[in-house]
């Protein structure tokens, strides 16, 4: 496993934008799959984007593209989350995890972080 720290939270109005940081541990970063899920109280944790350890490979929720992109820096051990045209229905904890072993889900998590996105 490794150790995920996300960063960039806050609150946002309606149509803004907002960058999330997720900061990973470990020397073999670029080996990982990586992705962002949300949550919102008394729901299920959905899934956001991902980005294989190729970053031409992406995948978004249909509820996000087009306004959401995800990016990596493996010299930085860092994956990035960028929001735009937020919506109040993305309001959520935002939470970076890792795919450690491809093909075997996702076994590292970070604490999350608050995005409100509210006039």
């Known amino acids: 496993q490794v150790q995920l720290v996300e960063s960039g939270g806050g609150l946002v109005q309606p149509g803004g934008s907002l960058r999330l940081s997720c900061a990973a541990s470990?020397?073999?970063?670029?080996?990982?799959?990586m992705g962002w899920f949300r949550q919102t109280p008394g729901k299920e944790r959905e899934f956001v984007a991902a980005?294989?350890?190729?970053?031409?490979?992406?995948l978004y929720a249909d509820s996000v593209k087009g306004r959401f992109t995800i990016s990596r820096d493996n010299a930085k051990n860092t994956v990035y989350l960028q929001m735009n045209s937020l919506k109040p229905e993305d309001t959520a904890v935002y939470y970076c995890?890792?795919?450690?072993?491809?093909?075997?889900?996702?076994?590292?998590w970070g604490q999350g972080t608050q995005v409100t996105v509210s006039s």
């Open positions: 995890a890792a795919e450690t072993v491809p093909g075997q889900g996702y076994d590292s």
């Open positions: 470990g020397r073999t970063f670029s080996d990982y799959n």
């Open positions: 980005i294989g350890w190729s970053v031409s490979r992406t």
